[in-house]
């Protein structure tokens, strides 16, 4: 059976220089960074070298690159320790109605501690309107929260538009840019943000590592305590492998930018275009052309996303029905929500990101086995023969 994994926005495979990078410092480089010897300070080197790669990929200065467990830790520290470091100026904090939970949630916990919270709503397309943002800055706004480009439709976000607002006001600006560093050119000094977060197996790097950028001279507050680590900012002993491997992933990505989008991209046009074709009542969710280039999200009416995720996987084929996090929650998502798509079209989400490992045979291979599937789960759908009743009564 053919095997197909379309499932690159909850985690891409390791690329092999990467994990060759890693192997190294799981073995025989096995030091502590922190160590005051020649096993420290190999382990260090490395963790400097990293710092200079990923640096490199957002066109940031090393020193501003802070390591993390993930980009939901690198998220959290963001939008806490940004908001709690400025709490002296005010405690209102700006975000979108789609950030990812770990914006929504670190958000709601500060509601907890004292902080007023405002929520931007977006247009049908996932789209933030800056004059939104524009007009939810208050005097006390502290932190203004919006992601570069949403995980679950692609929709790129007017970032160096809103950074302009948020500079006139004085207020600091982060950005979730998890889905976009790696995968498209990302600047944080044309941008314009004070903060960015990023994960490296968004772009072929390994599982649990992350970073958050911060421009120097933001103040933010440690989150863990306990350890010197990362400038004072993160305590805890770093994972140096996985540091690496993030390192050289940032890397490749910036020297192969280019070639991965225009591959991608061309797999994503030839999906978006071709499934609505062959199968009635799907709709493309997310902005038509500031998307993402591996992205490409639907919704199909009458059945559920997950049942279609199931039967897809009997045919070898991996996708998903929005983010990683909470593809078992069997809720509608509450990005396509926001977007004003109904709970009954929102339950019939599906989610294909491409990498580099698929091609064009991969797009029709999705297109064979896919509408039968379709076709068998409307079939036992209520909401399918509701329509089809309700058809045939028009004419």
Not at 188 to 194: M, P
Request: proline share 4%.
């Amino acid at each position: 059976m053919k095997k197909v994994y379309l499932d690159n926005a909850s985690t891409t495979p390791l690329l092999p220089e990467v994990g060759d990078s890693m192997t190294p410092y799981l073995g025989e480089f096995f030091g502590n960074p922190s160590s005051l010897h020649d096993w420290g300070d190999v382990a260090r080197q490395a963790i400097d070298t990293a710092r200079s790669q990923v640096a490199a990929l957002i066109g940031a200065n090393p020193e501003e690159i802070i390591f993390t467990g993930s980009g939901t830790e690198s998220n959290n520290f963001a939008v806490k320790g940004l908001a709690l470091a400025q709490q002296s100026k005010g405690k209102h904090i700006v975000t979108s109605a789609i950030e990812h939970f770990s914006v929504l949630h670190s958000a709601r916990t500060l509601e907890k501690w004292g902080f007023e919270l405002t929520q931007v709503p977006v247009d049908k397309y996932g789209m933030v309107n800056p004059d939104d943002v524009r007009e939810s800055i208050r005097k006390d706004t502290v932190l203004v929260s919006i992601m570069h480009a949403n995980g679950e439709v692609g929709t790129i976000e007017p970032i160096k538009e809103i950074a302009r607002i948020t500079k006139e006001n004085k207020v600091v600006f982060h950005t979730d840019a998890i889905a976009t560093t790696g995968n498209i050119p990302v600047d944080v000094k044309d941008l314009g943000v004070d903060a960015l977060s990023l994960a490296g197996n968004q772009f072929y790097g390994p599982k649990g590592v992350g970073a958050l950028w911060v421009r120097r001279g933001v103040r933010i507050m440690p989150l863990l305590d306990g350890g010197i680590q990362e400038g004072g900012r993160r305590a805890g002993t770093e994972n140096v492998a996985a540091i690496v491997g993030l390192g050289k992933a940032a890397e490749l990505a910036k020297r192969d930018m280019s070639a991965r989008m225009k591959q991608l991209t061309q797999l994503r046009d030839r999906l978006i275009k071709e499934l609505p074709a062959q199968i009635e009542h799907v709709t493309v969710t997310g902005h038509p052309q500031n998307r993402l280039p591996h992205h490409a999200s639907f919704c199909v009416e009458f059945i559920e996303g997950e049942s279609m995720l199931m039967f897809l996987n009997m045919d070898g084929v991996a996708v998903s029905s929005g983010s990683a996090c909470t593809s078992r929650a069997l809720k509608a998502s509450h990005v396509l929500i926001a977007m004003g798509i109904s709970h009954e079209l929102a339950q019939g989400s599906l989610l294909c990101t491409f990498g580099l490992d698929n091609t064009i045979e991969d797009v029709d291979y999705v297109l064979k086995v896919l509408p039968p599937i379709v076709d068998r789960l409307r079939q036992m759908s209520p909401l399918y023969s509701k329509y089809l009743k309700a058809s045939k009564g028009g004419k």
